[in-house]
Structures are given as C-alpha cells and as structure tokens.
C-alpha cells in the first residue's frame, strides 16, 4: 500500500541540499561540507590539543575520536560562520575553545584567565570578548556537547564579526542558540535546524514561555526573554519567507549599532509588532524536535538521519506525539540488535521489537520494571541495511522487516520511535504518516 509520509520539519539533505518542499532554494541555511584532518596531540595540561587552520582547541572529558570530530565541526563551521554572519572576519592567529571535562575545571579555567565564574553561574559554557576565548564543560550527552560547543564558538565568532560590543543579550544568546542546533553527517554541516531530538528539548520549553510574549519590550527595552524563546524567534524570522530579507537587514544594523527599535522593526517587516507576535505565538507549537530520547545516547545527524548506541543495554528514542505509520532504513545490527519501540506509558513500561545479526527477532517487554525478552520470530540474516515499517492494529504492533510481516502483542500504549541493544546504528530515510 503506498502512503504519503512526512519527514522531520527541515528538508532533506539530498543532491540539492538547499532545495525546499517546494523547489525553491534555501539560501538561509547552506550546507557546508569540507574535508577536514584536524591535528591532534596531546595537550600540556591534560586531554587533546586539536588544532586546524582557524582553531586551537584544548578537549578534555571527550575520547581522542571525539576530540578529532569536534575539529572537524569547528574548522567546517568557520566558513559557516562567513557565510551565516552579516560581515565577514579573519583572524591573526587561531581561535581558541577550552572544553573541560567538569563544572570545577570549567571555573577554575575562567579563574586561570582573569574572569569570574559567577559570571558564568548556572551555565555549561562562556564566552567573554577580554580573551576571545571559548569555553565550556562536556555535558550527559554528546549531542549537547556538541551543541554548547558551536553555541560558545558562535559567541566567539559573533564577537568577531559585528561593529558593535554591546548588543540585546535576547538578541546575542538566540543567534547562538539558532546556529547552535545543526546537522552534521561527518563531512557537512547545516546550522540553524530543528533537529530529531535532543534531551534538553528548548522548542518545548519556549511553547510555555510564548504566552504573553511582548516583542517591542524585547526591542525597545532589551527584556530577557529566556534562551528557547529568543531562539525560536530566530528560528521563525530566518525561515519564513517572507520575513528572512527584512531579518537580514535588522541583524546587520544590530551588529552595526548595537540595537533596533520595534518602530524601525515594523518598518522593515511591513507588519505590526502584535503581527509579528501572533506569527510567533502560532509558530513555536509548529517547531518542535518530533522525538524524544529515553536513554542515552542519541544524536541527530541529518534531516532524515539520527545515530543510537547503547553500551549492553537497550535504549530508546520515542515520538512526542505517536504517528500512525512509521518507515524507515537502519543499518544492520553488528554486535547487538536493532528496532523499534512500539508502545510506551513510561521508561519502566514499554514494548521494543528488535532484529538480531542472525536473523532472529525478540520483542523487549518493560512492565513496572520487570523486562522480559520473547522470540518474535525471525528474518534472513540482514545485511547492511534492514527497511522498516510500524503500524498498530488494536492490541498488536504490526511490524515490516525487510518485507517480512510480523505482529507483536503490546501491553502498553500504542507508540512509535527507535531502539538499539547493546550497538551502534545509524537510521536513515526516517519518514512517518501522522
């Protein structure tokens, strides 16, 4: 039966990478891809020193394979940054970020530098213009780190590239939140993307703080809006057509002078602030990541791509709101299993389905807290791609692997999302039926 199935909210990166649902080309959100071999060693001070043409990097509380990845996104987002930022910059000599493998480091590495931690209370990262210097602390997953890395990079790069010191911080902090979020396959890299899934979910966090929102306060006044909700914003006037050239415009007399006033921001945009604040309000419920992650780790590559791995354990990734049919492609299970998760009222309550190297399928049952593993049947031996579908009849999850038809019994809520036993896969073409 064909169906018509609607991927994540960005478009896919394919052979046109800036092309939109429609056709036309997305100049707002380039993909940037580079064939980059960071240098690494080891750093006097404990961990990597990664350097590449525009970076210095000194990692710690991240292994050598990340250390060298996080190179790679760094000296990738450079011309990123050139191609994002209103006013081109270069550099004497490298810039340089400190990752730190815990809060402590991270504050005595500011004390080190001549800054005060307090400045930096509550955060996992900083960035201050006296030293031009980056800094952060690993955080639970490597998702996060990598999106508080590009964060304070942003700052850093940010600091560079505008005329004026003191701009709005709703204004400095949702720019760094916007390019923050970003695809990354290994090779390219899109900033400024809704992605799959992340723990920290800030699109969910701003749909409650948008009641009541006043953008002339944030304008006029320089009000603090909270992260999320500054992000989200910039999420809305970069992506909307009709919006993006004006955005363009404020953000390069922003950088210039330091600020805009609502009255010169209705001049531009052609609309009221209480239009462009009904626009926001209506926008943010539209812009959430569809996945949540249950247990680490997960990590959204691409537009229909995510990354799950689990150290001898099964983890999970489910679907905020449950659509009816799921399809997708996953890599073949190497030293575990790979499948989906098919029901779900709770981590200690849920049912998985998941495809062994040998061919052999087991369904996970999670009832409060008990976990029993059942044979589900089996399939040829996959290879290094397995084709997935799921849908829900009644009480059972009716599942197609690689063609082959099977129905489990699930004892909780109808659910849909991913799952990985003790491996490491990637899933692609990830598309789904509301």
Same mark, same amino acid.
């Given at each position: 039966?064909?169906?018509?199935?609607?991927?994540?909210?960005?478009?896919?990166?394919?052979? &046109? !990478?800036?092309?939109? =649902?429609? /056709?036309?080309?997305? @100049? *707002?959100?380039?993909?940037?891809?580079? +064939?980059?071999?960071?240098?690494?060693?080891?750093?006097?001070?404990?961990?990597?020193?990664?350097?590449?043409?525009?970076?210095?990097?000194?990692?710690?509380?991240?292994? &050598? !394979?990340?250390?060298? =990845?996080? /190179?790679?996104?760094? @000296? *990738?987002?450079?011309?990123?940054?050139? +191609?994002?930022?209103?006013?081109?910059?270069?550099?004497?000599?490298?810039?340089?970020?400190?990752?730190?493998?815990?809060?402590?480091?991270?504050?005595?590495?500011?004390?080190? !530098?001549?800054?005060?931690?307090?400045?930096?209370?509550?955060?996992?990262?900083?960035?201050?213009?006296?030293?031009?210097?980056?800094?952060?602390?690993?955080?639970?997953?490597?998702?996060?780190?990598?999106?508080?890395?590009?964060?304070?990079?942003?700052?850093?790069?940010?600091?560079?590239?505008?005329?004026?010191?003191?701009?709005?911080?709703?204004?400095?902090?949702?720019?760094?939140?916007?390019?923050?979020?970003?695809?990354?396959?290994?090779?390219?890299?899109?900033?400024?993307?809704?992605?799959?899934?992340?723990?920290?979910?800030?699109?969910?966090?701003?749909?409650?703080?948008?009641?009541?929102?006043?953008?002339?306060?944030?304008?006029?006044?320089?009000?603090?809006?909270?992260?999320?909700?500054?992000?989200?914003?910039?999420?809305?006037?970069?992506?909307?057509?009709?919006?993006?050239?004006?955005?363009?415009?404020?953000?390069?007399?922003?950088?210039?002078?330091?600020?805009?006033?609502?009255?010169?921001?209705?001049?531009?945009?052609?609309?009221?602030?209480?239009?462009?604040?009904?626009?926001?309000?209506?926008?943010?419920?539209?812009?959430?990541?569809?996945?949540?992650?249950?247990?680490?780790?997960?990590?959204?590559?691409?537009?229909?791509?995510?990354?799950?791995?689990?150290?001898?354990?099964?983890?999970?990734?489910?679907?905020?709101?449950?659509?009816?049919?799921?399809?997708?492609?996953?890599?073949?299970?190497?030293?575990?299993?790979?499948?989906?998760?098919?029901?779900?009222?709770?981590?200690?309550?849920?049912?998985?389905?998941?495809?062994?190297?040998?061919?052999?399928?087991?369904?996970?049952?999670?009832?409060?807290?008990?976990?029993?593993?059942?044979?589900?049947?089996?399939?040829?031996?996959?290879?290094?791609?397995?084709?997935?579908?799921?849908?829900?009849?009644?009480?059972?999850?009716?599942?197609?692997?690689?063609?082959?038809?099977?129905?489990?019994?699930?004892?909780?809520?109808?659910?849909?999302?991913?799952?990985?036993?003790?491996?490491?896969?990637?899933?692609?073409?990830?598309?789904?039926?509301?």
């Amino acid at each position: 039966m064909a169906l018509a199935l609607a991927g994540c909210p960005t478009a896919p990166v394919d052979d &046109d !990478d800036d092309s939109t =649902e429609d /056709g036309s080309e997305d @100049e *707002t959100r380039p993909v940037i891809c580079a +064939a980059v071999a960071p240098s690494v060693s080891n750093d006097p001070d404990g961990g990597f020193l990664v350097e590449t043409e525009h970076y210095r990097l000194h990692l710690r509380g991240v292994g &050598d !394979d990340e250390a060298e =990845e996080l /190179g790679r996104i760094a @000296e *990738t987002a450079w011309d990123a940054w050139q +191609a994002y930022f209103s006013q081109g910059f270069d550099v004497d000599a490298p810039l340089e970020a400190y990752v730190e493998g815990d809060y402590n480091a991270f504050a005595q590495r500011l004390i080190t !530098d001549g800054l005060d931690p307090d400045d930096a209370s509550g955060a996992g990262g900083y960035y201050h213009p006296s030293t031009r210097r980056a800094y952060l602390y690993a955080q639970p997953s490597v998702w996060f780190t990598r999106v508080l890395f590009l964060h304070e990079l942003a700052h850093q790069a940010h600091g560079e590239a505008r005329d004026s010191g003191d701009v709005p911080g709703w204004y400095v902090e949702g720019v760094a939140e916007f390019v923050s979020r970003h695809d990354w396959d290994g090779t390219c890299l899109r900033l400024g993307v809704t992605p799959h899934l992340s723990l920290e979910d800030p699109a969910a966090a701003a749909a409650s703080d948008v009641p009541g929102v006043s953008l002339a306060e944030w304008f006029d006044d320089g009000a603090w809006p909270g992260r999320p909700l500054a992000m989200e914003f910039l999420r809305l006037v970069h992506t909307s057509p009709d919006l993006a050239p004006g955005w363009d415009a404020l953000r390069t007399t922003i950088d210039a002078d330091g600020s805009v006033s609502s009255d010169e921001v209705e001049e531009v945009f052609g609309i009221s602030i209480e239009q462009l604040e009904q626009r926001l309000v209506a926008f943010v419920p539209t812009d959430q990541e569809p996945m949540i992650p249950v247990y680490l780790e997960w990590l959204h590559r691409t537009p229909q791509s995510v990354r799950g791995w689990a150290d001898g354990v099964i983890t999970v990734s489910r679907h905020k709101n449950p659509p009816a049919e799921i399809s997708l492609v996953s890599e073949g299970p190497s030293t575990g299993g790979v499948g989906l998760l098919l029901s779900w009222d709770s981590g200690s309550d849920y049912d998985a389905l998941v495809l062994k190297p040998d061919g052999a399928l087991w369904s996970f049952n999670a009832v409060g807290g008990t976990n029993t593993w059942s044979s589900a049947g089996s399939v040829g031996a996959p290879g290094t791609s397995v084709a997935w579908t799921l849908r829900h009849e009644d009480a059972e999850a009716v599942v197609t692997v690689d063609g082959v038809e099977v129905r489990v019994p699930t004892h909780a809520t109808p659910s849909a999302g991913l799952a990985v036993e003790n491996d490491d896969v990637i899933f692609t073409e990830l598309s789904w039926r509301p």
